[in-house]
């Protein structure tokens, strides 16, 4: 039976691969997964404080960088999870973006087996600028050398937008899968209306299992699958993280409709109450050839602070550390 339920899911995940965001995505990471389905709020059990530095299209000077906090439990009196998280991409220097959000997920057993969160967000983005060491094109004289005052006025004021989000996350047995729709309120991004700077919908689904291997029941697989639409962008990825109470060691891949193709490798260890992981990720394929192999890096620490027994009433999951 187990052997026959992790074929199932390995040949979803490999057809998956092959539907290839708008917006920057570090995938289906442990780290970053409230952003994706607010449903997930609480689902671990634990009241869990998350940490992670993304450094990206790294060694090439672009000075992209992204950084990330979350908290997220699960609360008896709430009937459910609840967790905010703040998020900030700093894009080279003259775009700075910063996201922050609160979620709530209501948890239902649905059967004798099946249990349903039903999660619901509402964040805010605020896009900023600093054009002080920016150089635009009048100002340079390819003759002298001479950068000379512009005749351009550059409006460095940010721009505040609000958002909302839902989804939903089912738990039965070894396998847990969720559907998220985000970005509700589709935010104007620019200040000035332009329609192309609208942050479009975004359909989010994954499904991953939590299996045991042999009767000790000390080393889990725990495979994830994933897709991801939004606007005319599709990303997908399949992968496995092997773990046993200490340490997992993962591996997961993902492409996309502009032809990528890219693999993710990273390990973490537990001490105490600590979690600390690693991720790199690398292009292996592209139809751009201007793509750097190294895409990004990604260190993380994640701190349960304290155990939640939630087991005799609703269920919990446990998500592959990617």
């Not at 609000?162 to 847990?176: A, P, Q």
Request: overall charge neutral.
């Amino acid at each position: 039976m187990f052997r026959k339920q992790f074929i199932l899911f390995l040949t979803f995940s490999v057809l998956t691969l092959k539907c290839p965001g708008q917006e920057t995505d570090p995938g289906p990471g442990y780290q970053m997964v409230l952003m994706n389905n607010p449903a997930m709020s609480g689902s671990e059990g634990d009241g869990t404080l998350r940490l992670s530095y993304l450094n990206l299209y790294p060694g090439n000077g672009y000075n992209l960088h992204s950084l990330y906090l979350s908290y997220d439990s699960y609360f008896q009196q709430l009937h459910g999870g609840a967790s905010f998280y703040l998020a900030e991409d700093y894009l080279g220097g003259a775009v700075n973006n910063i996201r922050g959000g609160i979620s709530y997920s209501y948890y239902l057993q649905a059967g004798e087996k099946l249990f349903i969160n039903a999660g619901l967000t509402g964040s805010v983005f605020h896009q900023g600028y600093n054009f002080i060491n920016s150089v635009l094109p009048d100002q340079i004289d390819a003759l002298g050398g001479v950068v000379y005052p512009s005749a351009e006025t550059l409006n460095s004021s940010g721009h505040t937008v609000f958002d909302l989000g839902t989804g939903f996350v089912f738990i039965s047995g070894w396998f847990s899968g969720g559907l998220a729709v985000l970005h509700l309120a589709e935010p104007e991004l620019s200040s000035s209306g332009i329609q192309k700077e609208q942050m479009k919908r975004k359909l989010y689904m994954h499904l991953c299992g939590d299996l045991p291997v042999g009767k000790s029941r000390k080393l889990f697989l725990r495979p994830v699958t994933y897709v991801s639409y939004q606007g005319d962008f599709f990303l997908a990825g399949g992968g496995l993280s092997v773990e046993n109470e200490h340490i997992a060691l993962n591996a997961i891949t993902m492409g996309d409709n502009a032809g990528n193709v890219n693999l993710q490798t990273g390990f973490s260890f537990r001490a105490g109450i600590m979690r600390i992981n690693y991720n790199y990720r690398f292009n292996i394929m592209t139809g751009n050839n201007m793509m750097p192999m190294s895409l990004l890096h990604q260190t993380g620490l994640a701190f349960s602070l304290y155990n939640v027994d939630k087991r005799k009433t609703v269920n919990t999951i446990n998500f592959p550390k990617l």
